[in-house]
């Protein structure tokens, strides 16, 4: 099928084979440079589930232990056959998806196979699971030791109780220690079928030899997908703060609104593109309150926000490095309740402008078009939709999102006390 969104001037076209793999293409005429991504609907939040009539409830960590597998082949690893052709590969793993991607300005088709076949073979035994358990565990012990990485998680421990969101996407040193060569091979059996994965090319290839070639490398079609489990729900956040302290010199902090999940039949990609709307009119770089916030040295250059979705959750994030955590707090708080109050027409029309301009740039940059499109494949959707969805919004709509981030949680990365630094000096001599 071929799609031309016309308001972007962009043509995408996406076919489902026979097994249940949707493929997205973006073509880019001109372009010098591929860029593919295979990536499985399988990320950290998917702990528990039901699959070939048996409950599992997964340690933490499953989905990323499973990325970091996959690249060993029998006959060798996949990274160094990439390497043999000039392409930059690499992976990465989410709260809500688990991918696969390369870049190459030539020898496309030789990749791509490189691709299908180490992401449908897996290969594992005791003794490279035991070899790869020391290396994330190094990885661990250095997250830990990030306080960007450290706040991060620290809010969605306070914004949720249950929701394995919460939970670290990498997991921890107990918990790999519980994976074995027969649970990946189970999750790699029930999450990286055909039917729970998408692939998507952003460049200049020919669209129905792509079809062909996927065709040909990728397994039949799969038995039923698994029924997943996230938790009972609860309407108010687990704590209002959540502090760690470590070796910094300035606090760090994180400041998350609780959403409403998507409702049934919602757009996942309109849902998307109004948070991101929100969080800009609040406190982007145009906004009245980020110029306050930054005279009154509240935040740096470094301040940053967000807008996720997650099965059955939502969060708006903002925040970074600051003088006074809980004045930065107040402050986003009370901005929060003004514009659920009404949101003016200016900084509506210009906030809108400048991310209608934002999607259009991602259109030009491969490696974040594959990323939204797969985000948005999972759903039904296409992320050159955009433009259609941001023609509809207004601003009694932005109004009645912000009405809905009533419950926050502020997560903290406050420096070591004098006690704590002088215990911390001493171990290290």
């Known amino acids: 099928m071929r799609l031309h969104f016309d308001r972007v001037h962009e043509t995408v076209h996406t076919r489902t084979l026979a097994n249940g793999l949707r493929i997205s293409y973006l073509e880019k005429p001109g372009f010098s440079k591929c860029f593919a991504m295979l990536a499985t609907d399988f990320g950290s939040c998917d702990a528990c589930f039901t699959a070939e009539g048996r409950r599992w409830q997964l340690p933490a960590g499953v989905a990323h232990f499973l990325e970091h597998k996959m690249f060993e082949d029998e006959d060798g690893n996949a990274l160094q056959k990439f ?110 079928s055909p039917s729970n994965m998408a692939l998507a090319i952003c460049g200049t290839v020919d669209f129905d030899r792509l079809c062909e070639v996927a065709e040909r490398l990728t397994p039949p079609a799969s038995p039923e997908p698994p029924q997943r489990d996230y938790g009972i729900r609860s309407a108010a956040v687990y704590q209002r703060e959540v502090v760690h302290r470590m070796q910094v010199s300035q606090p760090q902090a994180l400041l998350g609104f609780r959403d409403t999940p998507l409702a049934e039949g919602e757009s996942w990609l309109r849902r998307l593109l109004l948070g991101d709307l929100c969080r800009r009119l609040l406190s982007g770089p145009a906004s009245p309150l980020y110029a306050r916030l930054f005279e009154q040295r509240l935040i740096t250059q470094g301040y940053s926000s967000e807008y996720s979705i997650f099965p059955e959750a939502a969060a708006a994030i903002f925040g970074g ?80 999102c912000f009405a809905r981030w009533t419950e926050s949680s502020q997560s903290l990365v406050l420096p070591l006390s004098a006690d704590e630094s002088s215990s911390t000096k001493g171990n290290a001599q």
Request: glycine share 6%; with cysteine; aromatic share 12%.
């Open 83 to 192: 390497g043999a052709t000039g392409a930059s590969p690499n992976a990465f793993t989410s709260r809500t998806m688990t991918a696969y991607h390369f870049s190459c300005t030539e020898r496309f088709w030789e990749n791509l196979e490189i691709l299908l076949k180490f992401v449908f073979t897996p290969y594992f035994t005791e003794e490279n699971v035991a070899k790869e358990r020391g290396i994330i565990a190094q990885e661990i012990g250095m997250l830990d030791d990030t306080p960007g990485w450290r706040v991060y998680g620290g809010l969605y421990e306070g914004l949720y109780r249950e929701h394995p969101v919460r939970i670290s996407i990498a997991g921890s040193c107990e918990s790999i220690a519980e994976i074995t060569p027969e649970l990946l091979y189970a999750c790699h059996r029930t999450f990286y």
């Open 321 to 400: 490095e600051t003088r006074d955590p809980h004045a930065l707090r107040a402050a986003l708080e009370d901005e929060v309740r003004r514009c659920a109050e009404g949101v003016s027409e200016e900084s509506f029309v210009r906030t809108l402008r400048a991310l209608h301009g934002n999607c259009l740039r991602v259109c030009d940059d491969p490696a974040t078009y594959v990323r939204r499109e797969l985000s948005a494949l999972f759903r039904g959707e296409h992320y050159a939709a955009f433009a259609e969805y941001l023609d509809g919004f207004t601003q009694e709509e932005a109004s009645a």
